[in-house]
């Protein structure tokens, strides 16, 4: 599977000739802060389908004024669900750390009862799969890796567990913006290889 992972801006280069950009796809992830009309657009440009979970910056579904966009999401959203896509397995988990009343900031308990709720997914994936799963998608990253130095931009804790438990092969992040080159934004842990898909970025699992 060849995945298409965006977050946090629009990448002009993937809006203005997204097949020569990217080319072949089987999976878009949105890993969000980014409009509903982009993410749709990339999704349906490249006619495959499409999961994403929301950022800290992102409108609710239902404060849109077209109604279909809260149906549109409800299909793709990956917030404490565990799904299979072509034999893929997947789990999201939503937003940043707290810093304001926005609506998709939570406390590290927030995310531990999130989690909590897909342990029996998880758990019936490895007793029929053998495996936990193969790709963590949320906003923010894990607490200690490509996080950034306010409180903001931190990781969380819960997330970090979350790997060192369950060691999915891959966690797509965003919320963490890159404008150095120098600035790491693939790290391994454990078994699993932490991605931030910060603009646009393709990961191919064999």
Known sequence: MRILAVSDVE?????GSLASKVGTIDLVIGCRDLDYEYLDYVGTALGVPLRAVHGNHDVPPENNDDPAIAVWWRGIDLHGRVVSVNGVLFAGLQGSPRYSSGPYQFEESDVWLAILRMVPSLIAN???????LDVLVTHAPPRGIHEGTDRAHRGFAAVRTFLRWFQPRYHL??????????????????RTTVMNAFGARTLDIP
């Open 126 to 132: 490895r007793l029929r799969r053998g495996r936990f």
């Open 11 to 15: 990448d002009e280069a993937v809006a």
């Open 173 to 190: 992040h965003g919320h963490t913006h890159v404008y150095d080159r120098r600035t790491p934004t693939t790290t391994q842990f454990g």
